[in-house]
């Protein structure tokens, strides 16, 4: 069984350009959620997507958008980055959309450095 | 609104010691999910445990062991017999029933253990 994976593992961009971020869930997981922890803080939820469509979004402007793909994969992408958008990135996959109790496995994250 | 706290920023025990960390959460939804997550310094979330809404029992495996109180929106997590290998940032977490992908994380206590 493989498990979430995430790339880049380390990105420098600077202010105003867009940048991809890439997820590739759990085998068999349909769901994927994207969190942003800033340094010293907890992960905030950013949006989740179930089989393509979202499913629910947090607190984040428009410049925060995602794509899931048919093999459930999924990318975030951030346009005109902000020095605030520096944060770790972390991907969570999980089986079904609505249930609180199927359990978020988590990738290592993608770190964002924005200059 | 919904909110997870977690008072205790860093702890710093010495190996063998038990430690405590605390978990307070708000919410007036009846039905939710709580859970605590362990994270290493490579970054990657470890899931710990889940908890409903409905089972107060606390739970015990090894040398970790949870306490969920209700009447108090509490949510304690204990490490017994503390190793250097505990060290990690470790958080706690809310998920309400109707919004299955979303967790609330706390901000995080950082529990650093020295031989």
């Known amino acids: 069984e493989t498990g979430v994976t995430q790339s880049p593992t380390h990105l420098i961009k600077t202010r105003g350009q867009q940048v991809t971020l890439r997820c590739s869930s759990q085998s068999g997981h349909n769901t994927v959620s994207w969190y942003q922890q800033a340094l010293g803080q907890g992960p905030q939820f950013i949006f989740q997507y179930y089989r393509e469509e979202e499913n629910g979004r947090g607190n984040f402007p428009p410049r925060f958008s995602g794509l899931q793909f048919p093999n459930y994969s999924s990318e975030l992408n951030v346009n005109a980055l902000e020095l605030d958008d520096s944060a770790l990135y972390l991907c969570a996959s999980s089986l079904g959309a609505r249930s609180p109790n199927n359990e978020q496995f988590f990738g290592p994250g993608t770190r964002l450095t924005v200059l | ?115």
Do not use: H, M
Not at chain 2, 33 to 56: A, C, T
Not at chain 2, 70 to 89: L, P
Not at chain 2, 96 to 110: A, P, V
């Open chain 2, 1 to 115: 609104a919904q909110k997870v706290t977690q008072a205790q920023t860093e702890i710093s025990v010495v190996e063998k010691e038990d430690v405590t960390l605390d978990c307070v959460y708000e919410t007036r939804d009846t039905t939710y999910y709580l859970f605590w997550y362990k994270q290493p310094p490579s970054g990657e979330l470890v899931f710990l445990i889940r908890r409903n809404s409905f089972d107060e029992q606390n739970e015990i495996s090894g040398r970790y062991s949870w306490n969920f109180q209700k009447s108090t929106s509490s949510f304690n997590f204990t490490i017994t017999a503390s190793q250097v290998v505990d060290s990690a940032v470790y958080f706690c977490a809310l998920i309400l029933y109707n919004q299955g992908g979303k967790l609330i994380f706390g901000q995080g206590t950082e529990l650093s253990v020295k031989p």
